[in-house]
């Protein structure tokens, strides 16, 4: 058996580092990560403010035009294209409803990581900063916007430089909206803990 040792990300309180521990013991349990599982479990909770209120308003959306298109429903070109249009407006509204209301939680899952807030903490410190920074964020959204343009453009391949340049730039934002620690009090391991690698 041995141990595997990385610094995780450090909380702004803490003053001590934190390690991630990884220890391989057996090929049945390949690895085993003693870590703090709040940071996890707040991120989910994050993670389903964004997913379930997609998942239900499409649902409620969708389904029953699917159903009544897989039943054989009786429906003329001129309903079935009235249908669509309404479908296309009704998205529209939804996506713009949806991109503000994620625009409100881009700073959850760091809040989360850097200052080890809970899920509600943190979405609600996210909103707030968002709202003080609006004019800044707004740009921010355009400008990854316009780059996700150009990489669909690009045939798509354009997005696989573009994608790390747009979480790049939230980063960036987020550091100027939540300034780094005063301090970075990281001890590293022991050399011993190196030894057995």
């Known amino acids: 058996m041995f141990h595997l040792y990385f610094p995780a990300f450090l909380s702004r309180t803490s003053t001590h ?106 979405i609600k410190t996210s909103a707030k900063a968002v709202w003080k920074n609006l004019g800044g964020v707004g740009g921010l959204i355009a400008v990854n916007f316009g780059l996700m343009i150009l990489g669909y453009l690009a045939l798509c391949i354009g997005l696989y430089f573009v994608i790390p340049v747009m979480i790049a730039s939230t980063v960036v934002a987020y550091r100027k909206v939540f300034p780094a620690n005063e301090y970075t009090n990281f001890d590293p391991p022991p050399p011993t803990a190196y030894k057995n690698i």
């Open 17 to 122: 580092s934190a390690l991630c521990v990884i220890r391989l013991s057996k090929l049945s349990n390949l690895f085993a990560i003693s870590l703090d599982k709040r940071p996890l479990l707040s991120g989910l909770v994050v993670a389903a403010f964004f997913v379930v209120p997609m998942i239900i308003v499409y649902a409620i959306m969708y389904i029953p035009f699917i159903l009544a298109f897989a039943s054989g429903a009786g429906m003329n070109r001129e309903k079935l294209i009235t249908m669509l249009i309404g479908f296309g407006i009704v998205d529209l509204f939804l996506i713009i409803l949806m991109v503000c209301f994620h625009t409100l939680l881009m700073f959850s899952f760091p809040l989360i990581v850097d200052r080890n807030l809970s899920a509600l903490a943190a």
